[in-house]
Each structure stands twice: as C-alpha cells, then as structure tokens.
C-alpha cells in the first residue's frame, strides 16, 4: 500500500473508530483521537499515530478503564482535582482544565492534580489549551523506570516529560515540551524501527555501558538530557508529580505495570498563571517585555521552540496530512481487526 495525504477529519475519523473499536468509550477515543492526529498534525511523530497500536495493547491487557468516567472535585483552595479513575488522562484534563483556569484568573495561580490516570500523551496540547486563556503554564508528569540518574548505572527516572508555555498576544503562544531525558522513549522505538543507530550518549545497555543500538537502549536505560541538570529536573518532576500529589514515582509505576509495553498510569500536575498579576505595575506589562525578549533572541538567529511545529501546523492545515505506507498499513490493519 503506498502512502497517503489525509485531511485532519479523515485522520481523525480513522483514529476515533480505530480507538472506539479498541473498546475505548466515545469520550476517551475523541480525547485520544485528538491529541494523536493534532502529533501526526504538528510533525511530532513520537506522539503520533504509531502511539494508537500501544494505546489499543493497553487496553487490551486490561491495564486502563477504557470508559472511566473523570470526576473533578473543587473546593474554595486553588487546587482542583481530577480522579481519573484509572483511565487515559487526556479526558481527565479537559474535564478540570476550565475550573483550573477559572482558579488562576480568581488567584492569580492554580494548581489541577490528575491522579490514577494512564498517560501516553505529549504535553504541549494541554498547554496550548491554558494559554488560549490567556495563562502561562507547565504541566509535568513521572512515566515509567527508563532513565538512570545522572552518574548511575540503571533504569529508575521516569522520561518523565516538562512543558511550559507562555502566552502572546495575535501570536503563537511560547511552548516548549520536552522529555527530561535526552531523547522521549518514543524516539527511540522509532529508530530500531527504522533500523537505525542512536546517536551517542543516548543510552547505556542492561550492564551500564554506553550503547547506539536501540535494542540494547530499551532493555537498558535512557539518559537524562544536560547530566546531572537533566537528572536533577527529572528528580523534581518525580517529587511534584508523583510523590507531593500521593501518586506513583516512575519506579512505582514501572512494577505496577510490570512492562514499558504498555503505557503507563500514575499522576500529572498542571499549573497555571495569571501573568499580569504579580508584578503590580512594575515594570510594565508583562506580556510586551516578553515580546522584547523573544524578539532579542529571533533576532540573533535563534528560534523559538514550537516555532517547528507551529510551521508544521500551517502546512498540514494547507496541504493535509502526509503518512507513509507503512503508517496506513498499521491504521488499516487496526481497523480492520
Ligand atoms: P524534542 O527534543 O523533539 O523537542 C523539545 C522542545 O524543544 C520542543 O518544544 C521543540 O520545539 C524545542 N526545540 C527543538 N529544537 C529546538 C531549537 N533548535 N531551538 C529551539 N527550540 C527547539 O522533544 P522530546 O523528544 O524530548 O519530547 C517529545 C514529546 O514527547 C514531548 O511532547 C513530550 O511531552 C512527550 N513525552 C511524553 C511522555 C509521557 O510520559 N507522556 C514522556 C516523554 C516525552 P519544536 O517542536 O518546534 O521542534
Ligand atoms: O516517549 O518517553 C516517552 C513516553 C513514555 C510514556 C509516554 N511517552
């Protein structure tokens, strides 16, 4: 079968029978469904459609309510909290999303909890989602034992994913979004499927020596990205995510689960500002001293993380979206199944 240019409601119509067909309830498979066509959408293919066939194995092996209803509970603190009752956490993010924001525009900053969710998803579309509101944010969350600390020798810290976005005005808000480890997990399944060798100093084997094969990677353990900083990153996603929100660390996650075939469950925390209420005036406003800067740095030549992906998006929104053979293959034979 050759590949195929798709519109984003044809990707995202196979996706969703594909997800319903799994077993998934119709308001986890539009969740998925969206995060994974807006990856393939986005050119983030570590989060794309080759993710459907592990979400499908998830629920297969019985590991994820695939119709757990989210139940958001609020008080009068700025915490909301959302018990995803061991299902995906896409859902259990947009059922507290709006009374997250809500919080941060009543107190300046809130805090959404997710606990006893499976996650497989990249952070960014969260992100997205708050700073449409006008919020900056971040959003983190442990995974499962795949990282050795910085200076160890075996898998313990999580991939453990860290997004932060900042919003801008008539502009593509400021996102970044990225594994604390040197590379997502999902890079890595992509190179041995591509028959492809790592770069060096992605990954130590089972014995702890550095290794470029990706096989030995995923039997072996990750790095942390930047050493000791990466690890040390890592380290506080585990403290704030995992252990503060009284969820699973990623080594916690890893036994619970018993494989990293699977996608894993434990907790998220989001958090959300209200940019323009801690400076008081000082200063001037917040949101046109941070134009200043990022026209500084464009301005040296650099460029703004998402500025790849925001480009991607344009283009798929123009032209659709392009998968190989073999990524059809894969959606075909799911549907077919
Ligand atoms: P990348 O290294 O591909 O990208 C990290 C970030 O850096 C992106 O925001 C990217 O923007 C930006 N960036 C890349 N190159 C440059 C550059 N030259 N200048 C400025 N900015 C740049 O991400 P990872 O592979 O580490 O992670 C991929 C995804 O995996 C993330 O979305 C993450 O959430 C997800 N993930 C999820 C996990 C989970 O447990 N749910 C675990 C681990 C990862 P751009 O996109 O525009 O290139
Ligand atoms: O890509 O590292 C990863 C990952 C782990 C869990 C979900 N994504």
């Excluded at 067909?21 to 998925?32: E, R």
């Excluded at 809130?110 to 997205?128: G, R, Y």
């Excluded at 094969?213 to 995992?242: C, N, Q, V, Y």
Aim: hydrophobic content about 45%; overall charge negative; some cysteine.
């Amino acid at each position: 079968m050759s590949g195929a240019i798709l519109t984003i409601d044809e990707l995202t119509g196979l996706v969703e029978e594909i997800m319903l067909k799994g077993g998934l309830s119709p308001l986890h498979a539009a969740a998925l469904t969206r995060v994974i066509v807006a990856g393939e959408r986005d050119a983030c293919k570590s989060h794309g459609v080759y993710r459907v066939e592990g979400c499908l194995r998830t629920i297969k092996a019985g590991k994820v309510v695939p119709d757990a209803v989210p139940e958001l509970s609020s008080d009068d603190s700025a915490i909301v909290r959302v018990a995803a009752g061991g299902g995906f956490s896409n859902a259990a993010f947009e059922a507290g999303a709006p009374v997250l924001a809500e919080k941060a525009r009543k107190f300046g900053l809130a805090a959404l909890v997710i606990n006893d969710c499976t996650h497989f998803a990249a952070l960014w579309p969260e992100i997205e989602l708050l700073t449409e509101h006008g919020l900056a944010a971040m959003a983190m969350c442990p995974s499962y034992a795949s990282v050795a600390p910085s200076g160890g020798s075996a898998a313990l810290l999580g991939t453990n994913p860290f997004a932060f976005g900042w919003p801008r005005r008539d502009k593509n808000p400021y996102v970044f979004d990225f594994a604390t480890s040197v590379a997502a997990r999902g890079e890595i399944e992509l190179y041995r499927r591509a028959g492809k060798q790592l770069p060096d100093g992605w990954a130590i084997d089972r014995d702890g020596h550095p290794t470029t094969d990706p096989e030995a990677a995923l039997d072996g353990a990750m790095l942390p990205f930047g050493a000791h900083k990466g690890s040390a990153i890592s380290t506080m996603i585990e403290l704030l995510a995992a252990v503060m929100i009284g969820d699973l660390t990623s080594p916690e996650a890893l036994e619970a689960l018993g494989t990293t075939a699977l996608a894993p469950a434990h907790g998220e925390l989001i958090l959300a500002f209200d940019p323009t209420r801690f400076s008081q005036g000082r200063a001037g406003d917040p949101l046109a001293r941070a134009e200043m800067l990022f026209e500084a740095m464009t301005g040296q030549g650099a460029r703004l993380p998402s500025q790849r992906r925001f480009a991607a998006r344009q283009k798929a929104l123009a032209e659709g979206i392009r998968l190989t053979s073999e990524e059809m293959a894969l959606l075909e034979r799911l549907r077919g199944k």
